[in-house]
Each structure stands twice: as structure tokens, then as C-alpha cells.
């Protein structure tokens, strides 16, 4: 899939890719609140890597984040968690360079699309309770908190809560 907005442009990732992507994870303030990174480039290897083999479906995607000049500005994901229960799950991250501008509110919405065409009912996200960032932007995008998923992952040694969002789709 490649979608494309008066914006943004999600396409599949490609070997090029690295240089700015790395740029992107390797980035402290962007990983802050992930359960992986700051990668090494290594780390930003084997996950390009992972979204050229498996990231174009049917049940896992994953797309580069670009402006229309093809500019990298981020990734995004979504995965089909429950074919008969017809669930998925997504996540994005974005350069800091292009927080605060709309930016991922437009991925999110844009992943929600995608589902909805992949014929999902549910879709969830999940954020670190302290990102509030993250929390506006699945807002936005249409999801509710469902609530505080308690010791929900183990991140750098520590057990760590997420809050649960999600939309459900009519369809």
C-alpha cells in the first residue's frame, strides 16, 4: 500500500531508507517513550530489514513516513492482531523536526483508513502514560481511552504501563 495525503506519503521502505531513518531512531528524544531504542545502526539494519521482507502484509505493515518530495520524516505500522475478530493494532514515530505540526495526527488517521479497508472492526493504540504528545494525536485520529494497561511492558529493566486506545470501526 502507498497512501498519500496533501502532506505525507506512506510507501514501503527501501534501502535508501537508511541514512534518515537511522538519523530518526538513533535519536534519544524520539525514543523516549518506545520499548525499543535508541537504536544502533544495527538495531535501524535489522529493522529495515524487517519491513522489507515483512511489512507488506497481509497481517503486518510497514511504511517510510515522507513528504511529497520524498523527504523521511518517520515510519508507521499497523498489524492485523485478530483476523476473526477483526482487530488491528498501529503505531508511528516522527522526526522532532516535524512534531507539533499535524503531521501524526494525519498518520493515524491514515493507518484507521487503512484498517478499515483491510475490513477491521477495532483499532488500537497504545502510548506511554507521560506522552501526552501521543495521547492528543490518537484523540485526534478518533480513538478513545479505554483505560491503563498496568506493568504492560518490560523496557530497559523496569516493568512499565501504557495507556490503551481505540476506535471501533462500522463496517
Same mark, same amino acid.
Given at each position: ?76 505500522? %499497523? @498489524?492485523?492482531? =485478530? ?13 522532532? !523536526?516535524? $512534531? *507539533? ?36 494525536? %490518537? @484523540?485526534?485520529? =478518533? ?13 530497559? !529493566?523496569? $516493568? *512499565? ?11
Amino acid at each position: 500500500m502507498t497512501a498519500t495525503t496533501s502532506r505525507l506519503r506512506l510507501r514501503p521502505f527501501s534501502e535508501s531508507d537508511f541514512a534518515w531513518l537511522h538519523l530518526i531512531t538513533a535519536n534519544p528524544t524520539v525514543t523516549r517513550y518506545t520499548s525499543w531504542g535508541p537504536n544502533t545502526p544495527a538495531d535501524t539494519r535489522a529493522f529495515l530489514d524487517e519491513a522489507s521482507r515483512s511489512g507488506r502484509g497481509p497481517d503486518e505493515f510497514t511504511w517510510a513516513v515522507t513528504l511529497p518530495d520524498g523527504t523521511g520524516i518517520g515510519s508507521a505500522g %499497523l @498489524e492485523v492482531i =485478530g483476523r476473526e475478530n477483526r482487530r488491528a493494532s498501529f503505531g508511528y514515530m516522527l522526526d522532532p !523536526g516535524y $512534531w *507539533r505540526q499535524g503531521y501524526a495526527t494525519e498518520v493515524a488517521e491514515q493507518l484507521v483508513a487503512f484498517a478499515q479497508t483491510l475490513g477491521m472492526h477495532r483499532v488500537e493504540a497504545t502510548c506511554h502514560p507521560d506522552n501526552a504528545a501521543s495521547a492528543r494525536v %490518537l @484523540e485526534k485520529a =478518533g480513538l478513545t481511552l479505554e483505560g491503563r494497561l498496568r506493568d504492560h511492558l518490560h523496557v530497559r !529493566g523496569a $516493568w *512499565r504501563d501504557s495507556l490503551l486506545y481505540a476506535v471501533v470501526l462500522r463496517n
